[in-house]
């Protein structure tokens, strides 16, 4: 059962354009929500997150929008940089319920060409 | 400030052997996380320690798998008598404190391949 899950593996943006990734849940238990970067041969690192009583979030470069109604996130990376690509994951947690695991997508790969 | 450690970074047995990761939380931390990502998937939880404590562990499978954190030392993760499907990449996390168990930051995992 995917509770999380990114639909596209990858994507591929020019430099200097908006990428946007996007994820959706099932679980309406979910009430924050986070986004990690990930390097190959490396640990995924923290990049941004959400509560559920907000609707955006910005930090940067960086916006994730909540959509809790449709159960959807997605997350704004303008302009996209080559240092940007990496693979990209979702991830949930559900603090009534099951504390602090968090619940991951699959990733999407994002590919900025220069 | 050193991150997240993980030892060894590559680990290979054979079916059968067992298998022990290690995980140094960040300095200061005392939450670890543990979770297992297998080839073309996400990160899967597995389990969560305090020092000397397991909190959670509804993700770990029922055989062959314990984790401890122990007051001195780091954590570690054991599979014994590892099969094929044990090939994965395992990633420890650690937070300072449970008001932050959401952000949780990353060990570069260890790459276990069983042959």
């Known amino acids: 059962d995917q509770q999380v899950k990114q639909n596209s593996p990858s994507l591929s943006v020019q430099e200097g354009r908006i990428s946007i990734l996007n994820c959706d849940y099932t679980?309406?238990?979910?009430?924050?929500f986070l986004w990690y970067k990930k390097y190959p041969a490396e640990g995924p690192t923290f990049l941004i997150s959400?509560?559920?009583?907000?609707d955006k979030n910005e930090d940067g470069r960086f916006t994730v929008f909540l959509n809790k109604s449709a159960k959807h996130l997605s997350l704004h990376i303008v302009p996209s940089q080559p240092g940007d690509s990496a693979v990209y994951f979702c991830?949930?947690?559900?603090?009534?319920?099951?504390?602090?695991?968090?619940?991951f997508g699959e990733g999407t790969q994002l590919t900025v060409n220069p | 400030n050193a991150g997240v450690m993980q030892n060894p970074r590559h680990l290979v047995r054979r079916r059968g052997q067992e298998a022990r990761l290690r995980c140094s939380p960040m300095?200061?931390?005392?939450?670890v996380y543990w979770y297992r990502q297998l080839p073309e998937e996400g990160l899967k939880f597995m389990v969560y320690?305090?020092?000397?404590?397991?909190?959670?562990e509804s993700g770990m499978p029922k055989e062959r798998f314990s984790a401890e954190f122990p007051k001195e030392g780091p954590s570690i993760l054991r599979i014994q008598q590892v099969v094929r499907g044990d090939s994965a990449a395992y990633f420890c996390?650690?937070?300072?404190?449970?008001?932050?168990?959401?952000?949780?930051?990353f060990g570069p995992g260890t790459r276990l391949t069983v042959t």
């Open positions: 996390a650690s937070s300072p404190r449970r008001t932050e168990a959401y952000e949780q930051y």
């Open positions: 679980n309406s238990m979910f009430d924050y």
């Open positions: 959400i509560s559920s009583i907000k």
């Open positions: 991830a949930a947690s559900a603090r009534e319920t099951s504390g602090s695991r968090l619940t």
């Open positions: 300095k200061g931390h005392s939450h």
């Open positions: 320690l305090q020092k000397e404590n397991i909190i959670d």
